[in-house]
Every structure is written in C-alpha cells, then in structure tokens.
C-alpha cells in the first residue's frame, strides 16, 4: 500500500504531534505563536507534508520553493525546492515514508536541496542525492546535497 502524503494543516493538533519528533525548533515554535495570536487559521498554507499510519503523524517534511535569484546551489540559478525536516518517528522507520515523501517532492520536477541530518547520507545517496561540488556554502556550517530531475545536469560554478 502507497503511503499517502497530505499537506498538513497549521493548527494546534499538528503542532501538538510535531512535538513527537526531534526536529521541534524555532520553525514550529513561530507557528505555534502565530496561532496563539491568531494570525493564521487552520486552513492557512503550510509548509509541511506528513504521512498518517491511522491517525497518528509518522513523518513528515518541510518544503520550500526558493527563487532562483536567491540560488547559490545549482549552475545556471533556477528555481529549487529547500526540503528542511524530513523525520519518521523511530518506530516507523524502514517502511519507505522517507522514500515516499522524498519521492513527493521530486514530482514537482524541480532541483532539490537539503542539508541531511548526522547519519543519514546513505539514505540520501539512495535517493540520488550528490554533494555540492564546491565550497561556496561550507563557511555557513552547512553540508548541503543537491537532486537534479532527469535532463537537468550538475554543472559546477
């Protein structure tokens, strides 16, 4: 059976199942404020997509559509997705929800980039994931790796 990915909702239900995984940060804390203020409502435009096993969040990821004039990751610049926060809860690991949601992603047919978690560089190798050829972001702390969709190349800089 194919996972199923939904666009999870802002609201106080998916923040509180957010807490279950170890990537809760500032990102989740504003929206949980933003809520409090109501700002945003539930129907508000999340970033994130998540898989359900019955009622409970399994996994989930944040993606984002970045500009291509703020590119410094792919030759030529282009528009490109960041994926930020790809989790399975411990339990649920090794039954394809990363893969699944990596794979949602790339249907949008756009370069991805993510900077991958300690440990999970074969996952990503997997999915065909690549370094970053050159140093243009290694002073900002990050490792990020880089997907092209078929008939774009890598190309350095």
């Known amino acids: 059976m194919a996972a199923k990915i939904t666009k999870?909702?802002?609201?106080?239900?998916?923040?509180?199942?957010f807490k279950k995984f170890k990537e809760y940060g500032i990102q989740e804390l504003s929206m949980l404020e933003d809520l409090e203020a109501n700002?945003?409502?539930?129907?508000?435009?999340?970033?994130f997509?998540?898989?359900?096993?019955?009622d409970k969040l399994v996994a989930r990821m944040s993606l984002?559509?970045?500009d291509a004039k703020f590119d410094r990751y792919?030759?030529?610049s282009q528009n490109y997705l960041e994926l930020?926060?790809?989790e399975v809860?411990?339990?649920y690991q090794g039954k394809g929800y990363g893969k699944a949601l990596v794979e949602f992603a790339k249907g949008f047919g756009l370069p991805i980039k993510t900077n991958p978690r300690v440990k999970s560089n074969e996952f990503w190798g997997k999915m065909g994931f690549t370094s970053v050829d050159y140093d243009v972001e290694r002073d900002r702390g990050e490792n990020p790796l880089v997907w092209y969709p078929e008939g774009v190349g890598a190309q350095k800089y």
Do not use: A, C, H, R
């Open 89 to 91: 809860l411990p339990d």
């Open 74 to 76: 792919f030759y030529p």
């Open 64 to 66: 984002y559509q970045v």
């Open 49 to 54: 997509y998540g898989i359900y096993f019955g």
């Open 84 to 86: 930020w926060k790809l």
């Open 8 to 17: 999870l909702k802002v609201n106080f239900k998916t923040l509180e199942e």
């Open 39 to 47: 700002i945003i409502e539930d129907e508000s435009d999340s970033p």
